[in-house]
């Protein structure tokens, strides 16, 4: 089993991916935009190892208009090291790759042109996977799309748009329920009538469900029927509600003892887990380390390097909870560990809460700056005290610190970042 995320990272130095609109294309833009995208795929993906993450998903921002005619360029030609490096990675390391074409790629529209534009979305996407070399196993990801007030004509027209599709397209694809349109019991006929692995979400499910009787593992045990050997593991989304936003909305991050309990309904190894939430990579090293079986107090100790001046500025009561909590290193203690950050990250940040944090921190640097960075420092944290900055300029004043310095141990925190 792997546990996984999506598209983008949190406190990942060199990650982020760059975009373009249209007004400002020229080929020496997109040449410098996908140049500086791939350098940040392999990043993330360096990252994804060394956290001993398999399961990932690529952004399909990664080649701007990538689909679109307004791209020329032969990027997969232009770029093929770069891709044969990443994809060599993705492969001797064993990380499953997938995509997933946005709410504009629908492939059961009415409009003709609408649907030639998710044809060439759906061959972009299968380039990108063919130029990193990867197999069939590593998939990209659809819904059915519109109903357009007659289901039954709709799915109809989604069955024979696929079977126009070209070969290598369809070898990538799996189709998954949605939270509005197409219920699992519905995607599973067509999946079963097509031959296409079906991917089964827990919160689509959780609020478009065909029948409430119904549990999650059933229709995840339904779903294995659909996954062939030449697919590899079966996949499924899992994410958890927002409950202080609009119906289908990711919660920030995973409360693992409600995905503890989910992981160990399935009962079976032989299965992949895609976290959908807003914390990303946060999350999946998160819950990765509630269900490895290596159970070294050692992981919650590197974890507890990154966010221990985050937790320490929103309660340092907490805190100390932490650090108590970590002191016998005979036991594993990560439900407790993860929830008393849950639970500290909910806690509303005070200006006395927030110096003492910045003060740990300029711990590092009192002693090596200049008198001229010390003053400045100093007169930025009165400032903030009488309310006349913001916290960020503290940070900010910190984080040029730490990279002037090269402190190490707060590059890796997320003390600038949460």
Same mark, same amino acid.
């Given at each position: 089993?792997?546990?996984? #995320?999506?598209?983008?990272?949190?406190?990942? &130095?060199?990650?982020?991916?760059?975009?373009?609109?249209?007004?400002?294309?020229?080929?020496?833009?997109?040449?410098?935009?996908?140049?500086?995208? !791939?350098? &940040?795929?392999?990043?993330?993906?360096? #990252?994804?190892?060394?956290?001993?993450?398999?399961?990932?998903?690529?952004?399909?921002?990664?080649?701007?208009?990538?689909?679109?005619?307004?791209?020329?360029?032969?990027?997969?030609?232009?770029?093929?090291?770069?891709?044969?490096?990443?994809?060599?990675?993705?492969?001797?390391?064993?990380?499953?790759?997938?995509?997933?074409?946005?709410?504009?790629?629908?492939?059961?529209?009415?409009?003709?042109?609408?649907?030639?534009?998710?044809?060439?979305?759906?061959? #972009?996407?299968?380039? $990108?996977?063919?130029?990193?070399?990867?197999?069939?196993?590593?998939?990209?990801?659809?819904?059915?799309?519109?109903?357009?007030?007659?289901?039954?004509?709709?799915?109809?027209?989604?069955?024979?748009?696929?079977?126009?599709?070209?070969?290598?397209? =369809?070898?990538?694809?799996?189709?998954?329920?949605?939270?509005?349109? *197409?219920?699992?019991?519905?995607?599973?006929?067509?999946? +079963?009538?097509?031959?296409?692995?079906?991917?089964?979400?827990?919160?689509?499910?959780?609020?478009?469900?065909?029948?409430?009787?119904?549990?999650?593992?059933?229709?995840?045990?339904?779903? =294995?029927?659909?996954?062939?050997?030449?697919?590899?593991?079966?996949?499924?989304?899992?994410?958890?509600?927002?409950?202080?936003?609009?119906?289908?909305?990711?919660?920030? +991050?995973?409360?693992?003892?409600?995905?503890?309990?989910?992981?160990?309904?399935?009962?079976?190894?032989?299965?992949?887990?895609?976290?959908?939430?807003?914390?990303?990579?946060?999350?999946?090293?998160?819950?990765?380390?509630? %269900?490895?079986?290596? /159970?070294?107090? &050692?992981?919650?100790?590197?974890?507890?390097?990154?966010?221990?001046?985050?937790?320490?500025?929103?309660?340092?009561?907490?805190?100390?909870?932490?650090?108590?909590? !970590?002191?016998?290193?005979?036991?594993?203690?990560?439900?407790?560990?993860?929830?008393?950050?849950?639970?500290?990250?909910?806690?509303?940040?005070?200006?006395?809460?927030?110096?003492?944090?910045?003060?740990?921190?300029?711990?590092?640097?009192?002693?090596?700056?200049?008198?001229?960075?010390?003053?400045?420092?100093?007169?930025?944290?009165?400032? *903030?005290?009488?309310?006349? $900055?913001?916290?960020? %300029?503290?940070?900010? /004043?910190?984080?040029?610190? +730490?990279?002037?310095?090269?402190?190490?141990?707060?590059?890796?925190?997320?003390?600038?970042?949460?």
């Amino acid at each position: 089993m792997s546990i996984g #995320y999506a598209c983008l990272t949190i406190g990942v &130095s060199d990650a982020n991916l760059k975009s373009c609109i249209a007004k400002n294309l020229s080929n020496e833009k997109l040449l410098d935009i996908i140049e500086h995208n !791939l350098k &940040s795929l392999k990043n993330i993906i360096y #990252y994804n190892i060394k956290n001993n993450i398999h399961l990932f998903r690529i952004s399909s921002d990664l080649i701007p208009f990538g689909s679109s005619s307004l791209n020329k360029l032969h990027w997969w030609e232009i770029f093929s090291e770069e891709f044969f490096e990443i994809g060599e990675e993705i492969r001797k390391n064993n990380i499953r790759i997938s995509m997933h074409p946005g709410q504009y790629t629908v492939l059961n529209s009415l409009k003709e042109d609408v649907v030639n534009r998710a044809i060439e979305d759906l061959n #972009y996407h299968t380039r $990108v996977l063919d130029s990193l070399g990867v197999s069939e196993e590593n998939k990209i990801v659809l819904h059915i799309g519109g109903i357009y007030n007659d289901k039954e004509q709709a799915i109809n027209r989604f069955m024979n748009n696929y079977e126009a599709l070209e070969d290598r397209v =369809k070898q990538r694809l799996v189709i998954e329920n949605d939270d509005k349109s *197409y219920n699992i019991n519905d995607v599973l006929k067509i999946g +079963t009538k097509l031959n296409v692995p079906v991917i089964f979400d827990n919160l689509h499910n959780e609020i478009n469900p065909h029948v409430e009787e119904k549990s999650d593992l059933y229709w995840i045990d339904e779903c =294995k029927n659909t996954w062939k050997k030449k697919d590899g593991y079966q996949k499924i989304h899992y994410s958890q509600q927002d409950i202080l936003k609009k119906t289908g909305s990711h919660s920030s +991050t995973i409360a693992v003892d409600r995905f503890i309990d989910f992981y160990e309904s399935l009962g079976r190894e032989d299965i992949d887990i895609m976290l959908e939430v807003k914390d990303k990579n946060l999350s999946a090293v998160k819950c990765i380390n509630c %269900v490895t079986k290596d /159970k070294r107090i &050692s992981k919650l100790e590197e974890e507890w390097s990154k966010y221990k001046y985050t937790i320490l500025e929103n309660s340092p009561r907490i805190y100390l909870e932490i650090r108590n909590l !970590l002191k016998n290193k005979k036991q594993y203690p990560v439900v407790q560990f993860y929830n008393y950050i849950d639970e500290a990250m909910k806690e509303e940040v005070t200006i006395g809460n927030a110096e003492n944090a910045a003060l740990h921190v300029w711990g590092y640097f009192k002693n090596i700056v200049d008198t001229k960075e010390k003053e400045s420092f100093l007169k930025s944290m009165d400032n *903030y005290k009488k309310g006349k $900055v913001s916290i960020n %300029v503290i940070k900010n /004043k910190l984080l040029k610190m +730490t990279v002037k310095h090269n402190e190490k141990y707060l590059k890796n925190s997320y003390y600038f970042i949460l």
